[in-house]
């Protein structure tokens, strides 16, 4: 392990590692596309993939992986990216408040960021073994996170609106068909008060009273 890290933070370009510090903190909750990050950096394949592992080994950033073991959808196979800490990632991106990362379009993306960071402190904090994923297929039919433990899954879909709308159910209830009965129940995280159940086995929690507490 210590060799590894040795092998990983032999950094040739320091200046192009500072910029992939900034691009992966502006495409926190994205699928990662190292195709795309190594346009933009003008370095190879291998040398911003090694950059990533480094950022990784040293918890600047997370891979949550996609979901991948139904049967019958095409399904996204790529990682999702996350950076560990927000108010780093908001520094870098220069959004200094709420309505910087609105106007820059991020909102959704650093408030999926945050809950992301707070499942994985909290699976870190369980005696039973959790896995944190994201369910997409390649039409577009997406679930933020499925929390699993073994084969039951949760599904975890993330809004920053005070209120949720029968559409922000579409992802969750493409899941839920795919995946059967592996999904016990379904979470709609918002930045309403109150809870608001959607349905059987489906309930709107606000994010503050679920992961705050």
Known sequence: MERDLRDLANIEHLTDFGRLLVLTAVRSGQILNVANLSGELGRPHMTVRRYLDLLALTYQISLVPAYTTNVGLRLVKTPK???????????????????????????????????????????????????????????????????????????????????????????????????????????????GRELVALGPRRLAVPYAAALLD
């Open 81 to 191: 990216l996350y950076f560990t800490d927000t108010g780093l990632a908001c520094y870098l991106s220069g959004a200094s408040d709420w309505n910087a990362l609105a106007r820059q379009g991020r909102l959704g993306p650093m408030l999926e960021t945050w809950v992301a960071n707070e499942l994985a402190k909290w699976i870190a904090a369980q005696s039973e073994d959790f896995r944190l994923y994201f369910w997409r297929t390649h039409s577009g039919q997406e679930v933020d996170f499925l929390l699993a433990r073994g084969e039951e899954l949760i599904a975890i879909e993330v809004k920053a609106a005070r209120h949720v709308e029968h559409r922000d159910l579409a992802g969750i209830e493409a899941c839920e068909q795919a995946l059967g009965k592996r999904i016990r129940f379904s979470l709609v995280l918002y930045g």
